[in-house]
């Protein structure tokens, strides 16, 4: 007997190492990231490199636990860390140490056309992600906002592929230098909610890439993106997520991603797609990715044993596992087994006053008149002028962070807009609800009673009547239907009855203000009734503060829209075509406006909107001088020039974005009026003059040429326009290409 427990003994020690041994290749550091794959490659056995693929949790991916090369933690985004849930069901897990900075919407980010926020927002977010020890965030989003219905507007930038591409590369270079990876999403196309998981978007070659690829294809190839999301739907009739064309052509070929491809949660159907098709790691699978559970474990995941099997019965490749592994390695080298990492912060007053400098160049003055005839514009509040303020709004009180689906998220504090307005105004302050929204999670929805809402808008109606300022703060909020994942909007129009309820406002008292917080553009039969319109977005934890500073004008409005506002909802060009355009037919889906999307739809087809892509009032104003080009005619390949200087001629300091447009006069192809090329945002004191230069490639002039796989230029004339918004044109410069 004793005899085999030593000898049992002597066997569990010969396989220690008696000293410590040097560090292995693919542990040290100091060594190339390609190397010490390779190394950590050949040691793993195949069912480790099959774990490797797929989720172990809802959202961790197995590392290889006996090299030691840890876990894979992923956490939403895009605007904060989302909390807890539980391991492998969407319960909430209840910590109480996982509290966030919610940092503004995308959308916000995008309004404030300043990249250098963006990088702020970007490291800011991966200091969070640090401290809650999250490897990837998922996320920031870039489809292309091209219906104002989308229920995940709010989670992209808008409706320019230049100034999503503009804004996403510092976030996503600000953040990864912490060692947290970023993961773009929804690759590629996922510009509607309704019938996600299926529909097949069918679009030009055109389209697909001067529009809904440029920034994605900027966040890898400029940004460095570690990982990225594949979408939902089915793009030409393959899902996205194991889609050859997006991920095996496009992301991993002509633009040499090295990171990993991450499918949507659910977003995985099939095994051969997904092992030949580009998908590198496979979560969420058999779930809707919000709600619902499923019965299997993770081993019945398309990349799990299914993946296993046929591998091993030589019905595919090792090579597709292979690649697929040395990427989640150099991703988990990058961000989960790397050392010397900081330790982050969450909810610090740094991270607090970088969302407050977001949201203050974020809010945009659509509208600014006087009231009647004598005063200057209602905006910024005369406080002298008014004994009482009257905030009415659900909107005024309510936490927008909560609801809205996989973005949702905790904050530590929430500075709501009333309490920044009384921290202003002090008693001066009233506040009525005046509508009520309830709650609409998925399939729990309040139901308010007629009596209820009736009351709520008289109360409100009779308080405005007594006079004063009324700032109304209404707009959208993050119930289904809403601004939420899984939906879209039902209509153009405001809910919960805020049109009668403005329209009622107005007409018995006209010092009103609204201000609209959401992630959309909205119809505004009313605009023409009231004097002063913001437009407020989702600002997070501080989200009270820049709405307040705007109000009073402690802070001049910088914010210009990512977006255009159309007038109708048939005045945009994925409704101007009706439903096989949007939303389909539940099937397939034509995007029959093609390149014509926004501003360069309204431009073209001379369909103003409402307020204009790139629109944004000041309380001072700019003037644009004479604009001096370097040439005004150019060979193939050169670059050209223009300057043009522009003046604060009001009496207060502010911020103008300068915006550079381009348009081909004459084509052989359908081309937009012009197109966004640049942007600069400059501040200036009162009457101070700045010269805003701006450089003009060869590739600002292209379009892409379908027959020939590539991006050319058309002899002839250009011009360029440069101006305060897509309309506001102050000064255009003609030239030729050779
Ligand atoms: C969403 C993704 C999100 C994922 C994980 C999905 O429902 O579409 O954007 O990252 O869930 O929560």
Not at 16 to 22: G, H, L, Q, S, T
Not at 176 to 198: I, P
Not at 473 to 489: F, H
Not at 694 to 713: E, G, H, M, Q, R
Request: proline share 6%; glycine share 10%.
């Amino acid at each position: 007997m004793k005899h085999h427990i030593i000898a049992a003994a002597t066997l569990l020690l010969s396989a220690i190492p008696a000293v410590r041994a040097e560090v292995p290749v693919y542990q040290d550091e100091s060594r190339p990231i390609d190397e010490r794959v390779e190394d950590a490659l050949k040691r793993m056995t195949l069912r480790e490199k099959v774990a490797m693929c797929h989720a172990q949790g809802k959202f961790c991916s197995p590392g290889v636990p006996r090299l030691g090369i840890p876990d894979l933690w992923m956490s939403d985004g895009p605007h904060g860390v989302r909390a807890e849930v539980n391991w492998n069901d969407w319960g909430v897990a209840g910590w109480t140490n996982d509290s966030i900075t919610a940092f503004p919407a995308l959308t916000a980010l995008a309004a404030t056309w300043n990249p250098t926020l963006a990088g702020l927002y970007g490291n800011a977010i991966g200091e969070e992600a640090l401290y809650r020890e999250k490897d990837v965030m998922l996320g920031p989003g870039v489809n292309i906002y091209r219906t104002p219905l989308n229920g995940r507007n709010f989670e992209y930038m808008g409706e320019d592929p230049y100034l999503a591409g503009e804004m996403v590369v510092p976030y996503i270079r600000e953040m990864q230098k912490n060692g947290v990876a970023a993961c773009v999403k929804h690759y590629a196309l996922n510009n509607q909610e309704r019938w996600r998981g299926h529909i097949n978007v069918n679009l030009s070659d055109r389209a697909l890439h001067e529009i809904y690829l440029p920034a994605f294809k900027k966040a890898v190839i400029d940004g460095g993106s570690w990982s990225i999301m594949g979408a939902y739907n089915k793009v030409r009739g393959e899902h996205a997520c194991h889609n050859d064309l997006l991920l095996n052509k496009i992301l991993k070929g002509d633009w040499n991603f090295d990171g990993v491809v991450i499918s949507d949660w659910g977003g995985t159907h099939d095994t051969r797609e997904a092992a030949l098709n580009g998908l590198d790691l496979e979560m969420g699978t058999y779930t809707n990715g919000l709600t619902t559970e499923s019965a299997n474990g993770t081993d019945a995941y398309y990349l799990a044993n299914p993946y296993l099997a046929m591998l091993e019965s030589g019905e595919l490749p090792m090579s597709t596992l292979d690649d697929k592994v040395r990427r989640l390695l150099r991703l988990n080298f990058r961000t989960a087994a790397r050392r010397n990492k900081a330790y982050g912060s969450i909810a610090s007053p740094e991270h607090y006053a970088v969302a407050e400098a977001i949201g203050n160049e974020a809010v945009v003055l659509l509208k600014n008149a006087p009231v009647g005839k004598k005063q200057p514009a209602l905006l910024p509040v005369d406080a002298s002028r008014y004994d009482r303020i009257l905030v009415v709004g659900e909107n005024a009180t309510r936490n927008l962070m909560a609801g809205g689906g996989s973005s949702e998220l905790k904050p530590k504090d929430i500075v709501t807009p009333l309490e920044a307005l009384k921290a202003i105004y002090g008693d001066k302050v009233e506040y009525t609800e005046g509508y009520r929204s309830g709650r609409a999670m998925y399939s729990n929805v309040d139901k308010i009673p007629v009596e209820v809402v009736d009351s709520l808008r008289n109360t409100a109606v009779d308080m405005a009547r007594k006079g004063g300022l009324v700032i109304f703060i209404g707009g959208l909020n993050k119930n289904n239907s809403q601004d939420c994942e899984d939906s879209d909007r039902k209509e153009y129009g405001l809910p919960f009855g805020q049109p009668a309820l403005i329209e009622q406002i107005a007409a018995v008292n006209p010092d009103v203000v609204v201000v609209l917080l959401g992630g959309n553009a909205v119809e505004m039969p009313w605009a023409s009734k009231v004097p002063a319109i913001l437009q407020g977005w989702y600002l997070g934890s501080m989200g009270g503060n820049p709405i307040a500073n705007i109000l009073s004008g402690a802070v001049n409005p910088s914010g210009k829209l990512p977006f255009s506002f159309p007038a109708r909802l048939e005045d945009n060009a994925a409704h101007h075509f009706g439903t096989i355009s949007y939303p389909g037919d539940s099937i397939n889906q034509e995007y029959l406006e093609d390149i014509l999307v926004g501003y360069r739809w309204h431009d073209t087809k001379k369909i103003p909107a409402l307020y204009p892509f790139g629109h944004g009032l000041s309380y001072t104003t700019f003037s644009y001088g004479k604009p001096v080009a370097s040439a005004g005619t150019i060979s193939e390949g050169e670059n050209i020039t223009i300057s043009i200087p522009v003046t604060n001629t009001g009496d207060r300091e502010g911020k103008e974005t300068v915006q550079l447009y381009i348009g081909d006069e004459k084509a052989s192809v359908i081309r937009p009026l012009k197109e966004l090329k640049g942007f600069d945002k400059v501040a200036l004191a009162p009457g101070e003059m700045q010269t805003v230069t701006f450089t003009v490639t060869p590739d600002d002039l292209k379009f892409y040429d379908p027959s020939t796989s590539s991006w050319i230029a058309e002899p002839g004339r250009f011009k360029a326009y440069i101006g305060s918004s897509s309309t506001d044109i102050r000064a255009t410069v003609p030239f030729e290409l050779r």
